[in-house]
């Protein structure tokens, strides 16, 4: 049985927020003008008690975490995921012990080191030397032992050239390259990691991804990850925690917590039913009765790896006789980029009217064709001889899709993100 080596209990943290100052007289000045004279609202507003930067609240007090619970075992490897401001960053924090709990316990059995933020953890003015042995010293490392893994951690940042430089002089880049190859080769039992590697190329990403699968598999170190690159989080980790407001929405296996992620945070529909055709979307010539995407298994889901074919079903009811009907499909990536359309050309449905009853059509869009990202579809039925559309609903359907890197097809042995609409798998040859 793996030993317990983080347990978080009732864990709870909140900020103090009351009238602030704006840094300058001339602006104080400014804002009073604005909001008592003017009577114009205060970009200064008091935030709400909830972690809802959406919510306008009376107020001074905002719980960024509010009774978190959870525990991590020797070597897991945690992803921890969530919207922007949902208190990923804030966890880290306190699990780091940079700030403190408002309530609740935490009990920690090792040294913990953190990559949290560019500027966290290294003293500007000292050079990329020092700060190595500085941060193994804050760790209860000796200097003989800091020294055995200098030549290490320069050669994995690649900063050699620089490294008796002052860090303050360090692009952003650079930074983060040290601040990784400190945390992750010195000797601590916890690695906990923010979205900091956003910072790096991709081929220091892969590096990095690399290094932490190796600490957490093959060192039995604890890996704590927060990212919302979610191939990279089902890639590295087995586990996932899902923050939402301040409170954990999900914990468990690291695929259905990014299931639920995409399905419910980023607000992918995987499937749809009207059982009252009074109330479901339609026209007088038919009914829609059930919408799905369809995983590999047969299975209703919103999440498919690049290498699999990503099918969705369609279920209507036609209420007149004698009409001839097609149907249509768009997709739509996250940015609202119409990536492609598709028409039902099966000359057999368009030569045979349909009479009234329930049918049922689905339509595949191949493996290796669409690009990482999230999808929205639209469903349209099209009257065939004139023609006419009868019906169009955007949004009916949504998924979203990530390269597990489990295969080669499509992007040889290149393992960082492929910029692009379409991510398709061509047929190269040698002439």
């Known amino acids: 049985m793996k030993e317990t080596v983080i347990k978080v209990e009732n864990l709870s943290k909140a900020y103090q927020i009351g009238q602030i100052g704006t840094g300058t007289i001339s602006r104080d000045i400014e804002r009073f003008v604005r909001t008592k004279v003017l009577g114009k609202e205060d970009t200064f507003y008091k935030i709400g008690e909830a972690n809802d930067r959406s919510v306008k609240g009376s107020s001074d007090i905002v719980w960024s975490l509010r009774d978190i619970n959870f525990e991590i075992q020797q070597g897991d490897a945690v992803g921890i995921i969530g919207k922007n401001g949902a208190g990923k960053s804030t966890l880290l924090k306190v699990l780091s012990r940079v700030t403190g709990p408002t309530e609740g316990n935490i009990k920690v059995k090792g040294r913990i080191a953190s990559l949290l933020e560019v500027g966290t953890g290294f003293h500007p003015e000292l050079t990329g030397r020092?700060?190595?042995?500085?941060?193994?010293?804050?760790?209860?490392?000796?200097?003989?032992?800091?020294?055995?893994?200098?030549?290490?951690?320069?050669?994995?940042?690649?900063?050699?050239?620089?490294?008796?430089?002052?860090?303050?002089?360090?692009?952003?880049?650079?930074?983060?390259?040290?601040?990784?190859?400190?945390?992750?080769?010195?000797?601590?039992?916890?690695?906990?990691?923010?979205?900091?590697?956003?910072?790096?190329?991709?081929?220091?990403?892969?590096?990095?991804?690399?290094?932490?699968?190796?600490?957490?598999?093959?060192?039995?170190?604890?890996?704590?990850?927060?990212?919302?690159?979610?191939?990279?989080?089902?890639?590295?980790?087995?586990?996932?925690?899902?923050?939402?407001?301040?409170?954990?929405?999900?914990?468990?296996?690291?695929?259905?917590?990014?299931?639920?992620?995409?399905?419910?945070?980023?607000?992918?529909?995987?499937?749809?039913?009207?059982?009252?055709?009074?109330?479901?979307?339609?026209?007088?010539?038919?009914?829609?009765?059930?919408?799905?995407?369809?995983?590999?298994?047969?299975?209703?889901?919103?999440?498919?790896?690049?290498?699999?074919?990503?099918?969705?079903?369609?279920?209507?009811?036609?209420?007149?006789?004698?009409?001839?009907?097609?149907?249509?499909?768009?997709?739509?990536?996250?940015?609202?980029?119409?990536?492609?359309?598709?028409?039902h050309s099966n000359s057999e449905s368009l030569e045979i009217p349909s009479k009234k009853g329930v049918y049922r059509t689905s339509v595949e869009i191949p493996a290796n064709l669409l690009a990482e990202g999230g999808y929205e579809l639209s469903f349209a039925i099209m009257k065939y001889k004139p023609f006419e559309v009868i019906f169009h609903k955007m949004d009916i359907l949504g998924f979203s899709v990530v390269d597990e890197l489990q295969s080669e097809d499509g992007r040889g042995s290149y393992s960082g993100k492929l910029p692009g609409l379409v991510r398709s798998h061509l047929k190269w040859t040698n002439i």
Request: net charge negative.
């Open 130 to 343: 020092e700060n190595i042995f500085l941060n193994g010293a804050i760790l209860g490392m000796r200097k003989k032992e800091i020294r055995a893994k200098l030549d290490e951690i320069i050669d994995f940042s690649g900063v050699e050239r620089y490294i008796d430089t002052p860090v303050k002089r360090y692009s952003s880049g650079m930074y983060v390259r040290l601040a990784f190859a400190v945390a992750a080769h010195l000797d601590s039992e916890i690695l906990i990691v923010d979205e900091v590697l956003a910072v790096g190329d991709a081929e220091f990403q892969k590096k990095c991804l690399g290094k932490m699968g190796e600490i957490s598999k093959g060192e039995g170190r604890t890996v704590l990850f927060v990212s919302h690159n979610m191939s990279a989080v089902s890639r590295l980790c087995t586990k996932g925690i899902l923050i939402s407001n301040g409170k954990i929405l999900q914990t468990g296996n690291v695929e259905e917590v990014v299931e639920t992620y995409l399905k419910v945070a980023v607000g992918n529909k995987s499937a749809d039913s009207w059982d009252d055709l009074s109330k479901a979307p339609g026209s007088e010539f038919f009914k829609l009765r059930d919408v799905r995407m369809i995983g590999p298994a047969g299975q209703v889901t919103g999440f498919f790896d690049v290498t699999e074919p990503v099918r969705a079903e369609f279920t209507y009811e036609v209420l007149k006789d004698g009409e001839r009907y097609t149907h249509g499909l768009n997709v739509f990536n996250d940015q609202g980029v119409h990536i492609l359309s598709s028409h």
